[in-house]
């Protein structure tokens, strides 16, 4: 199959404002879906509100378009239902970490067999530029013209503590090495995220200066260092991008599966 058998051609073009970089995050992911090779019936991919949910209508899989910062929930409640099923999870700045946190927290910690896309554009574009917990300090926004005096969560290091088995981090710049982080998060057994830092030149862009579209993925390349390279051990303080985490244990559905026969025993005991 190729890419264009993943997509709803109906439904396009896309509503993503000009140079926004959910679309290249969106081609990202149907290039790694394709070269895994996973049958489309196999996927389901569950989504709150915002931007970034945009991509559950956009893709021919199965898709549960849900409520805002609940989307983990639903993947929780269906991956447990069904769990040959990939689950995968577009979210944004709200629907990871603002509403949807302690979903997040949670469904890392308990290490279900999720696999969750953060589209980090640092703003709420869907709803008028508001700032939000990954805007971070002295960020210009709508509901915050003299700038934001809150620090934003380091999705990497919150993801790490609360027990995601797979964390990764990578941007829209480097499309490549998107595609390379996305196959190994879908394929990765138990809670994987997948950060992405995405341009929002609407909003995040227009107000705090950092040009359009192609200014801000220079920033990207500019501002960011592969794990490992030589770039990143000259200056440390550059974003890090790649893999943090690749850890195996044991996964929840498997888990609860072993509960399930634990209690099947015990009635049939009972029975005797």
Known sequence: MSVKDYIRERFFPHIWCPGCGHGIVLNSF???????????????????????????????????HTIHGRALAFATGLKLSKPKLKIIVPMGDGDALAIGGNHFIHAARRNIDVTAIIMNNRIYGMTGGQYSPLSGLNIKASTAPFLTIENDFNIVELAKAAGASFVARTTTYHVLEAVTLLKKAIKHKGFSVIEILSQCPTYFGRKNKKGDACSM????????????????????????????????????CEEYEKIIQKAATAAAIRQI
Do not use: M, W
């Open 30 to 64: 149907l290039r790694a879906v394709e070269q895994l090779k996973i049958n489309k019936n196999k996927i389901v991919i569950t989504s709150g509100i915002g931007c970034s949910a945009r991509i559950s209508g956009y893709v021919d899989f199965h898709s549960l």
């Open 217 to 252: 993925l220079e920033l990207y390349k500019k501002n960011t260092g592969k794990i490992g390279s030589k770039k990143l051990n000259n200056n440390p303080d550059l974003i890090k991008r790649g893999i943090f985490v690749n850890n195996n244990k044991p996964e929840y």
